[in-house]
């Protein structure tokens, strides 16, 4: 091979590694970063990561929620009307948090089954209801579970 037909295959080949390591750190930056949706019933099956940030919604199960005296501690009950899971939150609530209400939680689930919250977020009027959580109240209520809707899509 001539000097210059060599110098552009070796400027090839590198530009298509630095490409594929350039696009696999971004697509394992995108993988860790992602903040998947559980219901209360597959957290009870066990599909939902351990100590990993995750969203989990439902309604909050009325007479559930007890508030520790003298701090921003609250802890109540999330249910999909199959299962529920105690959730622990440290911080002000929502203004639209109450009982009964349809509410997404972001956070962490510990070894012990009890989802720590960082932030509660509650639905914004009567009508509305995060699409999350009506599917998987919907699916809890025919039986089944999220995991075999999505396998049926």
Known sequence: MRPKRRQRLIFVVVLILGVGAATALALRAMGQNMLYFYSPSQIHAGDAPLDHPVRVGGLVVPGSVKRDPGSLTVQFKLTDNA????????????????EGQGIVALGRLDGRGVFTAEEVLAKHDEKYMPPEVADALKIAKQGGSMRSAKEAN
Do not use: K, S
């Open 83 to 98: 299962q529920t899971v105690p959730v622990r939150y440290t911080g002000i609530l929502p203004d639209l948090f109450r």
